[in-house]
């Protein structure tokens, strides 16, 4: 189990076990948490999965394929810091990251 | 509204999503949902794509977990089917004979596969995709070496036919019209996906018509065209369409025509009953016409639409419509609808290449765009079609002038 804290846009926060393997994603779709639309299911078709990640934990992640980079720099809210939380699978050395969700996924 | 609350018929996508929406949208009153198949509500994609392959399992493909709907207070009631709406008494009435009251109904029955009328038909081994249940009993014939006919080059079949060829089967893919995905898509993907499909190793026939299964014991074994020719199979799977699943509403009296009739807000003729998904036809300002689609994001919408309308919010449903298909490594994204367009615009090689998109002009104006592996094409073009742009087509198909500037001419 790796633990993720999800933080709604308004500072609401959310700290869910998230099954390793499993996306990000679908920790917070699985549990509730309001903020991730994720229309596409994780197929990184939709990007309406963004979240943002604070500094230290961005090292920590895979690096970004192709087409998750080009779906982030055309999505409406995105910056430097952001994701699609599809494409993260929740690790061991994940453990206790913390994502922030935009104020709207359109 | 009463004691009785929401009841939902069907159980798919867009009825979860109205139970997700109308709990954030703040509604407090009971919520049924009434459904034919065992599981609570799942996702169909992944059906022809991941979970056909067997590189998820059901977990990742149900929607939520069962234990959401009783968190929302939603009771299920599955593998129970609605056989008729009685609107003067405001009730459904189940297949098992049980009356159940409603305040305010929505229909979510979705669709189901269009079903092919030849000789044949029932062999055991012929087999259609829409379900869980479907996709087991395709699986069960995924040995090396196993031959499968494919009948409809539409997307479901390309995708199953991407899938077993992963999986070591010889695949031949026979289409009626002249080109594959020729309902969706223009000339140029279309010979696209045939070339990649004959890549890979998978037959594609277009203009055969399938006239006949035949069989030995009861199995199929041959698929027969009308032109004469016998294809040799150890098993067949159909996709040649769907048909939206309207006649619970047509038999109560609600409008139908070529789906479910509603407004932008999912309102049927009835003022208690609202509609949502693949079975219903609802007014697209960007296009100025009624559309019936079969997507998940109109699902979705739809869903979210209803769920604000029968909270007392308006929040119409008016948005590009959009899809994805994917085949072996390529992601085709598809947003608006090209219908009457004038003009298609390549940018990219489709070719020789595995990535490209395509951009459909009426009159100069972005309509519609088919994008394999080109998620910047697709992102902007969604935003641009919504805003009914008027591009220059040189400008489109210059890969030197990034997205991004296109639309500054
Ligand atoms: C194999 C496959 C692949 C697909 N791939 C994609 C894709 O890549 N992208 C995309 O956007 N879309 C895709 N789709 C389409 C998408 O899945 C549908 O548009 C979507 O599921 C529609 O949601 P819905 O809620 O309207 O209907 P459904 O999800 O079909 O749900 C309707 C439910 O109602 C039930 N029902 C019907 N009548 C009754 C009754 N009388 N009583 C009780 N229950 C009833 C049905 O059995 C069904 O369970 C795919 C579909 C299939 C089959
Ligand atoms: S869920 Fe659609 S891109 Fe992540």
Redesign the pocket.
């Known amino acids: 189990m790796t633990k993720v804290t999800y933080v709604e846009h308004d500072g609401k926060e959310h700290t869910i076990e998230v099954a390793e393997g499993l996306t990000l994603m679908e920790g917070a779709v699985k549990n509730m948490v309001p903020g991730i639309d994720a229309d596409?299911g994780g197929?990184c078709?939709c990007a309406t999965c963004m979240v943002y990640v604070p500094e230290e934990w961005l090292a920590k992640l895979p690096a970004k394929e192709d087409m998750e980079e080009t779906m982030l720099d055309f999505c409406e809210h995105s910056q430097p810091n952001s994701r699609l939380s599809c494409q993260i699978k929740a690790t061991k050395n994940l453990d206790g990251i913390r994502v922030t969700m935009p104020e709207s996924q359109h | 509204m009463s004691e009785h609350g929401v009841v939902i018929?069907?159980?798919?996508?867009?009825?979860?999503q109205a139970v997700l929406s109308l709990r954030t949208e703040g509604y407090e009153g009971p919520i049924r949902m009434?459904?034919?198949?065992p599981q609570p509500?799942y996702?169909?994609?992944?059906?022809?794509?991941k979970f056909l392959a067997g590189e998820i399992g059901f977990d990742r493909v149900e929607l939520k977990p069962a234990e959401f709907y009783a968190s929302a207070g939603c009771e299920l009631l599955l593998s129970?089917?609605?056989?008729a709406i009685e609107r003067p008494k405001k009730l459904v009435l189940t297949?098992d004979g049980r009356e159940i009251a409603y305040d305010k109904l929505i229909i979510?029955?979705?669709?189901?596969?269009r079903e092919i009328n030849v000789p044949g038909f029932d062999l055991e081994g012929v087999h259609y995709?829409?379900?869980v249940g479907d996709v087991h009993d395709i699986q069960s014939h995924f040995k090396p070496g196993a031959k499968l006919v494919v009948v409809g080059g539409g997307?479901?079949g390309l995708?199953v036919a991407a899938v077993a060829k992963k999986n070591g089967i010889e695949v031949t893919v026979l289409e009626t019209a002249d080109r594959v995905m020729a309902r969706v898509v223009d000339p140029i993907v279309s010979t696209f996906y045939e070339r990649i499909h004959r890549a890979e190793g998978v037959v594609i026939r277009t203009g055969v018509t399938v006239d006949g299964f035949e069989g030995e014991g009861g199995r199929v074994t041959r698929v027969v065209s009308g032109e004469g020719e016998s294809f040799p199979c150890d098993f067949v799977v159909v996709g040649i369409g769907?048909i939206p699943?309207t006649e619970?509403a047509a038999a109560a009296g609600i409008t139908v025509e070529n789906g479910i009739v509603v407004d932008e807000c999912g309102r049927t003729s009835d003022p208690d009953i609202y509609a949502?998904?693949?079975?219903?036809n609802h007014p697209n300002g960007i296009y100025g016409r009624r559309l019936r689609?079969?997507?998940?994001?109109?699902?979705i919408e739809q869903?979210k639409a209803v769920a604000a309308t029968l909270t007392g919010k308006e929040k119409p449903y008016n948005q590009v419509p959009?899809?994805?298909?994917?085949q072996y490594d390529l992601k085709l994204q598809i947003a608006g609808l090209s219908t009457g367009y004038t003009q298609a615009v390549v940018r990219g090689d489709p070719e020789h290449g595995r990535s490209f998109a395509v951009f459909y002009l009426k009159d100069g104006v972005l309509v519609a765009v088919d994008a394999v592996n080109r998620a910047p094409e697709f992102m902007m073009a969604k935003l641009l079609i919504a805003k009914h742009a008027k591009l220059d087509p040189t400008r489109l198909a210059d890969e030197t002038i990034n997205m991004k500037e296109v639309a500054n001419a």
């Open positions: 596409c197929a078709a | 018929i069907g159980a798919g996508q867009a009825a979860a009434i459904g034919d198949e509500p996702q169909r994609p992944p059906l022809s794509k129970t089917r609605v056989a297949g979510a029955t979705g669709s189901r596969v995709l829409r379900s997307y479901i995708e769907i699943n619970l949502a998904g693949d079975c219903s689609l079969e997507s998940v994001h109109n699902a869903g959009w899809f994805w298909s994917d």
